[in-house]
Nanobody
Framework: VQLQASGGGLGQAGGSLRLSCAAS????????MGWYRQAPGKQRELVAT???????NYADSVKGRFTISRDNANNTVYLQMNSLKPEDTAVYYC????????????WGQGTLVTVSS
């Protein structure tokens, strides 16, 4: 199983970045896909999730600014980040959580997003 995240980098406050995560080795439609982030000195936290049917869930801190989506045909999940804030600076991790028993969870390697003020 591989979750290959890309798209991180340096952004400016008020700007936009788009993260991608390509999944391989899993039956993509059987997984809820998500993005989590971990800022320096803080615990990893949920950013957003999307089900195979397109149902989404967002952390309050990113609602209205970030949009998660998935392309089931290409086994890819995206995170469009708009109106970036310096507090969005973190390592962003792609996550895949199987919805059928047995439950498995996989993590990508993380991609660093730095937002300058």
């Amino acid at each position: 199983v591989q979750l290959q995240a890309s798209g991180g980098g340096l952004g400016q406050a008020g700007g936009s970045l788009r993260l991608s995560c390509a999944a391989s080795g899993i039956t993509f439609n059987n997984y809820i896909m998500g993005w989590y982030r971990q800022a320096p000195g803080k615990q990893r936290e949920l950013v957003a999730t999307v089900s195979s049917g397109g149902s989404t869930n967002y952390a309050d801190s990113v609602k209205g600014r970030f949009t998660i989506s998935r392309d089931n045909a290409n086994n890819t999940v995206y995170l469009q980040m708009n109106s970036l804030k310096p507090e969005d600076t973190a390592v962003y991790y792609c996550n895949a959580r199987r919805t059928l028993s047995p439950i498995f969870t996989f993590w990508g390697q993380g991609t660093l997003v730095t937002v300058s003020s």
